[in-house]
């Protein structure tokens, strides 16, 4: 009995997807700065599982590789956006969405 | 497959980073008591210089480098060529514009060029996975550079805002890559041209497309995702945004061309309605918000969602014809905004004093060259005649009549004509006689130095070359749309071509 085909590679996908949808829903319902940050981390991560699902499948290499970039470049956006949300901090001494709204329509 | 990295086919990239991490370096090594000014000449020199390895690249035979990720061809000359000169004019406009004792002034220097370097890569980036890296080295850079003004209230809220939404477009983008890959095995644009249509699972080519575009459309701020554009506009400091309303819109519309007109070919039938509905959107919605905005750069934003728009009007068009026309439109839209965006940084201040169109009154008679080059801008961004923005939208409407879209080139002329009244609002008020001597008093006379003339006469030239002679730059959008347009092979570059390439001189 082998493992790895007691679970179908569907359920990985729907997970991803799942994963994908709550980054997005957390993203719009969010009201804290860092926990929206957080949720776009959760759509990154749901994409690489995608990609992992799918290496396996077509059994190429390139869709784990993919992966580490994104890794890579999720932790360079980590790094600028923190730094950014420090700034917004200090100006403004809060981390609510709603109050972050100098500019209005 | 090639066996040489054939470097010449990144070479402009290649300078500009060397350009970027030596800007950086002598920027940590020097004493801090120094001016950081010579860095920004460094920077400019660098992008010239880039910008004629753009036009060397002429020289070589067309094709892929890299291990078929990156391609040299007309098409990627013309977009480099048009985002270097964006950024050499962001550049000079910098140098003069920036307080000569801001801390970090290096560091801004290098990110600009650090941007240009992602923008570049990513009109000659033939997979997606290069693709997406570019995207993201073009918008990190940006999302340092809109909150560079970081003591400010609005800088970093423009900052965050840009950032948030830019990211969450990534992330949309990438799970597009993720259900191509997952589609076709491939992540290669020629070889997603090939095996698309054949795809067992079609559905998860149709989503993966929708995916790829909710991502791009989101970073060319065109309507239904263009709701971050007017924030981070008015709060990003002015010479920052003449850089990020062209040089990455640019680079981001020609992706879009690459995308749908190289990799999704086969659902033509699928996104040109879709695009048409987007076009007619972001026209009208930033068209109708630009009407009653105070300020000038939050109205120069919706303006450029309303651009976003007549450019989308040239997808309509049948193959290279909506190629070429969307390129010309970039070209004259970057001119023609990068420069209203220098007016505007004079004008208003680095800190941002006099941002509203009432500190524009009389603005012919405080500073009258720079009165008249604004109402030159002005007139080129409403589209008459013998300026840039004419022929830009000539060429795009008749595009998407050519098309067989003839409605979507009537909403776009009743947008321009709607579109006059804001631009023609802001032109009377700077050319109105200032009525009180407090008004004339409480705004300064704006300081013109030599580098930010040298960025004025760059865009008013380029502006002008496009309104009278535009048959040159159009061909070469012609010639790029047709190299675009016919897909090579997926790994094709052929091994001997490119090392007797290696050898060869750049042109005189």
Redesign the interface.
Known sequence: MSFHQDVPLAWY?LLSAAL?SL?VIG?LIKRN?IT??MS?EL??N??NL??V??AH??H?V??Q??VF??MM?AA??AA??L???I??F???ATLAVDR?D??K? | MNPTPSIDRILPEVILTLTGVAVMLLDASLKPAWPRRPLGWLAAIGTTLALWASLWQLSLPEGAGFFGTVETTTFTVFFHVLICGIVLVALLLSLDTLPPDSHHQGEFYALVVFGAVGMCLLTSAIEL?VV??AL?ISS?ST??LA?YR?????S??????Y??LG??AT?FF??G???I??AT???QVYEIAHLASTAQNHALVVIALAMLLVGILFKVSAAPFHIWT??VY??APSPVVALLSTGPKAATFALLLRILYEAFPALHSLWAPLLWVVAVLSMTIGNL?ALRQQNVK?MMAYSSIAHAGYLLAAFAGIGSIGIAAASFYAAAYAAMNVGIFAVITLVSGYDEKYPMIDDFRGLVYRAPLLGCVLIFFLISLIGVPFTGGFFGKFYSFSAAVDGGALALAIVGLLNSGLAAAYYLRLAAVAAQRPSDEANRAAVPKPQVGVAVSAALLLSVAATLVLGIVPNGVLRAAQSGAHTLQVPGQPTDPPSAAAAVTVEMPPKP
């Open positions: 996908l994908f980054g993203f700065l929206v940050f776009i759509m990154l749901g994409v995608s990609f699902t799918f499948q077509w190429a390139k869709g590789i993919f970039f994104v470049v360079a956006e600028v956006g730094a950014i949300i700034a917004v200090r100006t403004r972050i100098l500019m329509l | 996975l997406f890296i993201e990190i999302y340092i909150g970081k003591q400010t209230g609005r970093p809220e423009a900052a965050i805002k950032f948030l990211s969450f992330a990438l799970y890559i993720a259900l890959f997952g095995g491939s992540t007017p924030d008015e709060g918000a939050r």
